[in-house]
């Protein structure tokens, strides 16, 4: 199903009802370019096998509902650039995520301009090694805990936070950066952060020289 309704340019809402999508093990870029459409509802598509679910809603510009109850996420490694460029979503129902096996969330919501809650609290980030520009230009969001990520594995952090210009609090504390090789613009225009706990940051500066 990779790219089977990309650039629909005039779809405005599709619901998967009757939808079987059992042995379905790839649904990246499924509605990449959709940029008109503004509800989708995947609450009935079966999803037990998938694996790559990398850039599905991406450039969904218009995107303001989106329903995912019941979408299995169990085996998928990737989930990058999951969310791009939907700058009309203000939240994302994402605990029901089960994350245990990805290994890609970079740029997951990259320009999610009006994103103001998002719950990740449930996230399994064990086998996560890339979350470079993870949260990039989520401007309009005030507070993020991601203090349950364990990120020992994570190797990429650049421009994680890149422009979250309204963040006023990010807690950090237990975050495990001893295998990153890339921080640069982690934290770059995070202009209203007045106070960050990274106590627990252990860096090898010759990684970074």
């Known amino acids: 199903m990779k790219g ?7 779809l405005t809402s599709i619901v998967f009802e009757q939808f079987n999508g059992e042995n379905v093990k790839d649904i990246s870029y499924l509605f990449a370019g959709c940029n008109s459409i503004k509800t989708i509802d995947m ?13 599905c809603f991406q450039g969904c510009k218009s995107l303001t509902s989106l329903i995912l109850t019941n979408l299995n996420t169990s085996k998928v490694i990737d989930i990058s650039l999951l969310f ?36 990740i609290k449930t996230f399994d980030t064990q086998n996560v090694i890339d979350m470079s520009g993870m949260f990039y230009n989520v401007r309009s969001m005030s507070a993020l805990d991601i203090t349950n990520f364990d990120t020992h594995n994570v190797i990429d952090m650049s421009f994680m936070f890149y422009y979250c ?8 504390r237990y975050f495990n950066v001893l295998k990153v ?13 007045s106070s960050l706990d990274i106590y627990n940051f252990y860096i090898k500066l010759s990684k970074f020289i």
């Open 165 to 172: 210009n309204t963040l006023t609090s990010l807690k950090l």
């Open 84 to 119: 791009y460029n939907c700058s009309s979503i203000s939240s994302v129902t994402t605990n029901i995520f089960n994350t245990k096996n990805a290994v890609n969330m970079s740029k997951m919501f990259y320009n999610c301009t009006s994103l103001r809650s998002i719950n």
């Open 181 to 193: 090789t890339d921080m640069s613009y982690m934290f770059s225009y995070c202009i209203k952060l």
């Open 4 to 10: 089977m309704f990309s650039g629909c340019t005039s």
């Open 43 to 55: 609450r009935y598509f079966n999803s037990k096998e998938l694996i790559k679910m990398n850039n």
